[in-house]
């Protein structure tokens, strides 16, 4: 299978602004909401989701970015020397509901890791998680609370979740494994 765009940008809106509704309607005595989003794709996702809720509704959402790294239970097997990004998290996260924001739910480690990097800096009233795909294959007891697109894979696909912050481009893509290695 070669690269397959899945989601367009328009269906990338779309999809952002339902789960942004969906936030709403499940947080409706919320005047304050606390979005997280996990580095590196899901703190684009969440800046759009804030802009949204805030242009829908009259809650105040905090936004605060996430870095896991240190936090992950693979870190050895993934990376020699892991890459740093920092975490800015500059609003008090006791009491509140923290959503956190991710692009793509795979095994569950990095939502794992980030709830762990969450209770490490306070004790949030409920952590929530929205992501744009949940693609299966669960490592871990770990269900989104928000779903963009539920995309089952195969272990030898790859969900490639495109942003234009990063990425220059807005989209959502499955492809074979094997591609993606073959052009690193």
Same mark, same amino acid.
């Given at each position: ?14 999809? =952002?602004? *339902?789960?942004?509704? %969906?936030? $709403? /309607?499940?947080?409706? !005595? ?14 684009? =996702?969440? *800046?759009t989701?804030? %802009?949204? $809720? /805030?242009?829908?509704? !009259? ?28 975490s ?16 793509v ?49 195969s ?16 989209e ?9 290695q073959n052009?690193?």
């Open positions: 299978m070669a690269n397959k765009v899945i989601f367009d940008e328009t269906t990338m809106e779309k999809t =952002l602004t *339902r789960l942004s509704h %969906e936030i $709403i /309607e499940r947080n409706p !005595d919320s005047v304050c909401l606390s979005l997280i989003g996990i580095k590196r794709r899901g703190v684009p =996702l969440a *800046r989701i804030k %802009e949204n $809720i /805030e242009k829908f509704s !009259d809650i105040n959402v905090e936004l605060g970015e996430l870095d896991i790294t240190f936090y992950r239970d693979d870190l050895s097997m993934k990376y020699s020397t892991p890459h740093l990004n920092d800015s998290i500059d609003f008090d996260i006791n009491g509140k509901t923290v959503i956190l924001v991710d692009d739910l795979y095994t569950g480690r990095t939502a794992r890791a980030a709830m762990d990097a969450v209770m490490s800096i306070g004790r949030p009233q409920v952590i929530q998680l929205a992501v744009m795909v949940d693609r299966g294959h669960r490592e871990l007891p770990i269900a989104a609370n928000y779903v963009g697109k539920n995309i089952p894979t272990k030898d696909e790859f969900i490639s979740v495109r942003v234009f912050d990063v990425d220059g481009i807005n959502i893509a499955i492809s074979d494994k094997a591609l993606i052009n690193n």
